[in-house]
């Protein structure tokens, strides 16, 4: 009798949340949107030229890598640089050091906030407001006290990204189980001692994360503030270009920076794997 | 010599008595076995002889000298969970307490102070069975190994007293004799007062030099919150097991080898005398 239940002649479907696609269909997948896009693109493009010759908002993919091929590889008349190299220096430099600058401020305000109940007192609640400001909002503001140079896009992008990565990181160091301060309290560890081989081997890893995160965020302030007053950068190429409507250079460039975003989120992955092997075995 | 003396320690959280008027005197060496209720405050106590939790009323000495409400080298810990620190190996961790002792600006050892730390280290390493295992982390012991891990860990600081919060309680019944052997042999050899909050009355009675247990005599839930729990049960084991010397009644493979004592093909009670 209860073997019938094990010959139960209908074939139950599995559900969907438990097939998964082989290695090959996976890969196929992962492709399938980006080849359609393209597709789609060249279609819409030809479609368009062949009612007007003249149409610049869809250019022709042959209209495109010519546009590479003379942003990259021949130096510009005017000023004899290469300029989609000299834009993307320009554009890295700010945004690194903008980065770098966040991750500095976010290690050390996020551990005293975390790890200091008097600083978490003093501290907490201001970041909390702080990073409710719009930064976009304060970009007149910092272009009129820093002046228009490098200084005023660093900080917009510094009080963009900063303050959510403080909370961030301070959340981490609260979230760590209260028995490890314990144990090492019982091991004899003093504040220092605890902040800096329990606390901060631990927060970095998600500092890592946290930089992934923000750098969408990033991008869009250190665009913005190129958009606005700039005489070299990715964004200022792209809002200069605008004005002629040159598609076939925003285009490549904005493929560009998504490239160089993907990357850099790509890279610090490996970097926290590669450094904090421990962090991923974790996560399983 | 590590006398923990309670004289008549109360805990309240807010409006709510968790203990009442514990008063109460663990000899140096003993073993002592904590045992109560889910929610009695077996973990309150502990913590307040770790100083993690300060008594609301009475006072708690350890050799005479009142406890400050901070957890110290003296007394060592090990918790059910999150005992070890994930991002170090099991060396790091073993390490970690030499480390804090003697470098306290940079946190690390160097040259030959380190290798005479990590000859110590491995020491203890062996002595908890995990040799081989080095380099490993946490995330890749399993449960057993990762309290053996914490064992080592805390008994490098030589602690004076040892408090274990259900250390094993989380682990499997062949696991968890291993790990008694283990505990029973480290308590012999080296100069620990031990506190053990269980679930387990066989465990209890198995390790302890005595078993104290917590309950609440009033424990309607409206009087929940009025009345704490109370030192309810507090029981020698007999014979008495003493630190370091083997006992005549019982041996089993956890005490110290004598010549006299059962044969090993006779059925010894393996420890669960009744009081
Ligand atoms: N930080 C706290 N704030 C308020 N109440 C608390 C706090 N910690 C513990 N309690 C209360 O104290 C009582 C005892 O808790 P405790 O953790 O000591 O129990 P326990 O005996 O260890 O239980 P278990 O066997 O389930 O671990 C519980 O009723 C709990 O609600
Ligand atoms: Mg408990």
Redesign the interface.
């Known amino acids: 009798m209860a073997l019938k239940i094990f010959t139960t002649k209908r074939h139950k479907p599995m559900r969907w949340i438990n097939t998964k696609p082989t290695r090959a269909t996976q890969i196929a997948l992962m492709l399938a949107p980006f080849v359609l896009l393209i597709v789609a693109y060249g279609f819409t493009s030809a479609a368009r030229l062949a009612d007007n010759p003249a149409d610049k908002l869809l250019p022709a993919l042959q209209t495109l890598t010519d546009a590479v091929n003379r942003m990259a590889f021949q130096p510009d008349p005017r000023t004899g640089e290469y300029l989609l190299w000299s834009d993307t220096g320009a554009s890295l430099v700010r945004l690194f050091s903008a980065l770098g600058i966040s991750t500095l401020i976010a290690l050390f305000f996020g551990m005293v906030i975390g790890m200091l109940p008097y600083v978490r007192a003093l501290l907490a609640p201001f970041v909390a407001t702080i990073s409710m400001v719009p930064p976009l909002a304060l970009l007149p503001i910092l272009f009129i006290v820093l002046g228009l140079g490098e200084t005023s896009k660093i900080t917009l992008i510094v009080i963009g990204v900063a303050p959510a990565m403080i909370r961030d990181l301070a959340l981490k160091v609260l979230e760590l189980p209260r028995e490890q301060t314990i144990k090492a309290e019982t091991l004899g560890g003093s504040s220092w001692q605890i902040a800096l081989r329990v606390v901060l081997p631990q927060v970095l890893p998600r500092l890592i994360t946290c930089l992934r995160l923000q750098l969408g965020p990033a991008w869009l302030f250190l665009i913005a503030a190129e958009a606005i007053s700039s005489d070299s950068g990715l964004g200022y190429r792209i809002f200069l270009v605008r004005r002629y409507l040159s598609m076939d250079i925003i285009f490549p460039y904005v493929l560009w920076i998504t490239l160089l975003a993907a990357i850099t989120n790509f890279a610090l992955d490996r970097l926290r794997i590669a450094v904090f092997p421990w962090s991923n075995l974790e996560a399983r | 010599m590590s006398e923990i003396v309670l004289d008549k320690v109360w805990k309240e959280y807010g409006d709510q008595i968790v203990l009442e008027k514990i008063s109460l005197t663990i000899a140096s060496r003993a073993f002592v076995a904590l045992v109560g209720p889910s929610g009695c405050g077996k973990t309150t106590f502990l913590k307040m002889l ?1 100083g ?1 939790e300060a008594p609301s009323q009475g006072v708690i000495t350890l050799d005479g000298v009142p406890l400050i409400a ?4 003296d ?3 090990v ?1 059910q ?7 170090l190996t099991v060396l790091g961790n073993v390490l ?2 030499k ?3 003697r470098s ?2 940079a ?1 690390r050892l160097f040259g030959a102070e380190r290798r005479a730390a990590i000859d110590e280290a491995m020491m203890l390493i062996a002595e908890v069975g995990l040799n081989g295992s080095e380099t490993k ?1 946490p ?2 012991l399993s449960g057993g190994m990762q309290q053996r891990l914490a064992l080592a ?2 008994l490098i ?1 030589k ?1 004076k007293v040892l408090l274990l919060d259900e250390p094993f309680g989380a682990l499997d019944p062949g696991i968890r004799a291993e790990i008694h052997v283990l505990m029973k042999r480290l308590w012999h050899e080296t100069e620990l007062t031990v506190v053990m909050v269980t679930h387990d009355m066989r465990e209890a009675f198995t390790l302890g030099t005595r078993v104290i247990a917590f309950e609440r005599p009033r424990d309607r839930p409206e009087e929940r919150e009025r009345y704490g729990a109370v030192l309810s049960r507090d029981i020698d084991i007999w014979p008495p097991r003493i630190a370091g010397e083997p006992s005549i009644f019982a041996p089993d493979r956890d005490d110290p080898v004598i010549a006299l004592g059962l044969g090993q093909d006779d059925l010894a009670p393996q420890g669960d005398i009744v009081p």
């Not at chain 2, 901070?70 to 080298?73: D, S």
């Not at chain 2, 969970?81 to 991002?87: I, N």
């Open positions: 770790l993690e901070e957890p110290g080298p007394r060592g810990v918790f969970r999150y005992s070890v620190f994930p991002h970690l307490g480390v804090f002792k306290p600006m946190a982390y995330a890749q860990q805390a600081m602690p």
